[in-house]
């Protein structure tokens, strides 16, 4: 099993949220342990699903909001 903090660098990682010394213990890492390899490339793929299934809010939902919040704008500022 992987440290469990080797396994929070891999998800910071594949967010491009590294340190230069924490991608640097992260290859070296990588490169013995196919484990952990199979596991930064699992999260890769994990990633791209969720890009790819990201959604937006509709446009209705929007204008919805957006009329609430000009009907309340006088309370924000109480």
Partial sequence: MTNTSTQN??????YGETTDDEK???ASE???SETLHEEMMELIRAKRLLNKQMKTPSATSI??????SLKTEHLHEI
């Fill in 9 to 14: 660098l891999l998800v910071l990682h594949t």
């Fill in 63 to 68: 204008r919805i909001i957006m009329e609430h």
């Fill in 30 to 32: 990588l490169a013995t």
């Fill in 24 to 26: 640097q213990f992260l």
